[in-house]
């Protein structure tokens, strides 16, 4: 090959690495892919929704998050229960979700939403596959509500139905609410009311003779400690599970009692 021909011919190669380089300089990667959940946490998920009748006992006996009667607790009937792939064993317990009608023009009421507390948990029944009778077996999202919400969304005769949810933050009247129970050295504190990311995930107490300590999620929103803390004003610091940390000093005062129910800050 001739000698300009050659020189040419590197030039011209020269020249379009230089331009793929520039070209591909306006884009970065990374090893781990990006996280759209974290980026868009209101977007509107697809799920299913079934209801229970209102002479169902699990409203009173407040399901797997311990809150108790729910009605008594100041929820009313605006509750759900998750299905497994949703609960999160339980640290979902106080998270708020609005859910709307989806796809079924004969049964959705249009232009309706409702907004529902996360309190219980609807357990697989692995004697029904998932897409024949196990409505809240993995990998099913499926929320389950008192028959007075449902309506609110769809007629009843939809029975099970395809619906769309998001998380939202909750609201809620006063401050939260801190019921102290147990015994002796035990004490064990059911918090509710919460607003705000709603769902607990680190609670610390105080009394006036100890620093700050770390309490142990017993079950849904009961945490617990090992520690007397009688004739002792009581604080607490709870963290939702999007790293606020509301503090709330000496809510509980020296002379509580096991069974009673205290009112602290609330998130804003």
């Known amino acids: 090959m001739p000698l300009p021909l050659k020189l040419k011919l590197?030039?011209?190669?020269?020249?379009?690495?230089?331009?793929?380089?520039?070209?591909?300089?306006?884009?970065?990667?990374s090893s781990s892919p990006p996280n759209y959940s974290t980026a868009q946490p209101h977007e509107w998920r697809s799920a299913r929704a079934t209801y229970y009748a209102a002479a169902d006992p699990r409203d009173a006996v407040g399901g797997a998050c311990g809150y108790g009667d729910l009605v008594k607790g100041g929820y009313g009937m605006a509750t759900v229960g998750l299905s497994e792939v949703l609960f999160e064993r339980g640290q979902i317990c106080g998270a708020c979700f609005e859910l709307r009608c989806?796809?079924?023009?004969?049964?959705?009421?249009?232009?309706?939403?409702?907004?529902?507390?996360?309190?219980?948990?609807?357990?697989?029944?692995?004697?029904?596959?998932?897409?024949?009778?196990?409505h809240c077996n993995p990998p099913n999202k499926h929320f389950v509500l008192p028959i007075e919400a449902f309506e609110k969304i769809a007629i009843w005769k939809a029975a099970n139905m395809p619906v769309q949810y998001r998380r939202i933050k909750c609201r809620k009247e006063g401050g939260i609410r801190f019921i102290i129970d147990g015994s002796n050295i035990f004490?064990?504190?059911?918090?509710?009311?919460?607003?705000g990311a709603g769902d607990i995930v680190a609670v610390k107490i105080k009394g006036s003779r100890t620093g700050w300590l770390p309490m142990g999620r017993n079950w849904g929103q009961n945490?617990?400690?090992?520690?007397?803390?009688?004739?002792?004003?009581?604080?607490?610091?709870?963290?939702?599970?999007?790293?606020?940390?509301?503090?709330?000093?000496?809510?509980?005062?020296?002379?509580?009692?096991?069974?009673q129910t205290f009112e602290g800050k609330q998130f804003v």
Request: hydrophobic share 40%.
């Open 10 to 29: 590197i030039h011209i190669l020269t020249l379009l690495f230089t331009l793929l380089r520039r070209a591909t300089s306006h884009y970065s990667y």
């Open 102 to 134: 989806v796809d079924d023009l004969r049964w959705c009421i249009p232009g309706t939403s409702i907004i529902l507390t996360a309190t219980n948990f609807c357990a697989p029944n692995y004697g029904f596959p998932a897409d024949g009778g196990g």
């Open 187 to 195: 004490i064990s504190v059911l918090i509710t009311n919460v607003a």
């Open 223 to 259: 945490w617990h400690l090992n520690a007397d803390l009688k004739n002792q004003p009581l604080s607490f610091e709870v963290t939702a599970s999007d790293g606020v940390t509301v503090t709330s000093y000496n809510v509980a005062p020296k002379n509580w009692n096991f069974g």
